[in-house]
Nanobody, 123 residues
């Protein structure tokens, strides 16, 4: 059974930082997504198979994804947070050892989801 457990959300003022983490029960391809009220789920960041990182345009330069492979923990460091970053942040996994193939930030490609952690940024 694949289990994903996010932690580290919270509330912060604009310009602040937060780090969210996701502990997984498996060593699969994992990525970060978010969903704001009334909006579709959006891909945020992923580490692709060659070790490079891919970010959505809205977070590029402010967020950093990293992974502790030995512990199967995925992190997302979020700096210079903006009110529009307010959302529930989810980690997701797909049954691949590495994130290969096109569209690695397409939520439809992921089968396993955590319960999400709320991030709220106030102005």
């Amino acid at each position: 059974q694949v289990q994903l457990q996010e932690s580290g959300g919270g509330s912060v003022q604009a310009g602040g930082s937060l780090r969210v983490s996701c502990e997984a029960s498996v060593n699969y391809c994992m990525a970060w997504f978010r969903q704001a009220p009334g909006q579709e789920r959006e891909g945020v960041a992923v580490i692709v198979a060659d070790g490079s990182t891919l970010y959505s345009d809205s977070v590029k330069g402010r967020f950093t994804i990293s992974r502790d492979t030995a512990k199967n923990i995925l992190h997302l460091q979020m700096d210079s947070l903006k009110p529009e970053d307010t959302a529930v942040y989810y980690c997701a996994a797909r049954a691949l050892r590495a994130c290969v193939g096109p569209h690695p930030l397409d939520p439809g490609r992921y089968s396993y989801w955590g319960q999400g952690t709320q991030v709220t940024v106030s102005s």
